[in-house]
């Protein structure tokens, strides 16, 4: 049988735990002996969205309780793929914050006793940091400095980073997330939630010369900084709306229309921001982030615009654009092969906002 990589290497094995919001998730990471690249051993995933699709938004309460029904089972799950036994685990790594404070003290209250337990130290991860390194994970990572373009349900954000844990905010929203416009005007046009993947899907029927009659605002488009907004798109559908109800016209066709048309006034301010970001840094590689990552228009949109610039684009395998525990275990190995020193088991504290420069 094949020694495990930790024993005949001596290579750290980090087991990282996410459950900030409604995806619990468990998973192994180590560095690959020949190449020091990081490895994901086994991970393992439930996601609520069936759950909370019923009340058209994550309910606080209900997550916290299912994140405590499904992590032992997906420990084990994970262990088993990646067939090694807790005793092999080097560090616990947790996501510490941002998001709920129920759903995070559940993940952080697991990994610290089981920590504890097994006497191995501690990594309390910044849910950001997670995504953001989450593409080192993927065939063709990308080398350091880097933009990433951090678009999640909670945050928008464009950074510079230096090397792990050396970030930069270049620029945010001012009001709502570039997932959060998504879903928002994804409920206006009576889709399920999470509103991006619906949302997206419906655009994809839409009837091109009809989506060109729609008029959308880009907001903050030439602003000349790197911040963005997003709340006025939404008010913005919501006019088109109703306008189109009152007009009896608000059929399939007008529906899956207005979808594209607020998909393409998104990706459009993300994109021109994001090559505006690498122009500013004399960067030329622009990683990109978080569960609207997984945009297929989005993705192939950048790709178009940073090839045009000579820069490269990198995104995380698409099963890793939305929370997952092998971003968490990733961040933690990473913070643990570059010198942080991990924290004893025992008492915790999570923090619901929390700004990645701090981290
Ligand atoms: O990173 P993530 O899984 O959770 C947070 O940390 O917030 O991101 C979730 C967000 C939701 O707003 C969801 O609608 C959006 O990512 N999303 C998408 C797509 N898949 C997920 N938005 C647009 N297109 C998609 N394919
Ligand atoms: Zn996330």
Known sequence: MD???????????????????????????????????PRLLGQ????QVAMHAAYGGVVPELASRD?????????????????????EVD?????????LAGALLVGSAFAEALAFALEKPVLPVHHLEGHLLSPLLASTPPEFP??????????????????????????????????EAFDKTAKLLGLGYPGGPALSKLAETA?????????????????????????GLKTAVLTKVKAAQAEGVLNEAMRAALA?????????????????????????????????????????????????RKAEVYFPELDLCTDNGAMIALAGLLRLVGGATPKTAGGFSVKPRWPLIDA
């Open 3 to 37: 020694q495990p990589v930790s024993s005949a290497r001596k290579l750290p094995i980090v087991l990282g735990v996410e459950s900030s919001c409604d995806e619990t998730g468990v998973a192994l990471v180590t560095l690959d002996p020949d190449t020091g690249a």
């Open 44 to 47: 393992a995933l439930h996601t």
């Open 67 to 87: 994140h405590i029904r499904r992590v032992v089972p997906l420990l084990r799950q994970a262990l088993a793929e990646a067939s090694i036994s807790l005793a």
């Open 91 to 99: 560090a616990i790594a947790y996501t510490a914050g941002p998001g």
């Open 146 to 179: 880097f933009v990433a373009l951090l678009v999640s349900g909670g945050h928008t954000q464009l950074m510079r980073v230096t090397k792990v844990g050396e970030y930069e905010l270049l620029g945010e929203t001012l009001d709502d997330a570039a997932g």
């Open 207 to 231: 009837e091109p010369g009809l989506v060109a009659e729609i008029k959308l605002p880009r907001p903050m488009l030439h602003s000349g900084d790197l911040e963005f907004s997003f709340a």
């Open 260 to 308: 594209a048309a607020v998909e393409q006034a998104i990706i459009d301010v993300l994109v021109a921001k994001s090559v505006q970001a690498l122009k500013q840094t004399g960067l030329s590689r622009l990683v990109v982030a978080g569960g609207v990552g997984a945009n297929r228009h989005l993705r192939e949109t950048l790709v178009t615009a940073c090839k045009r």
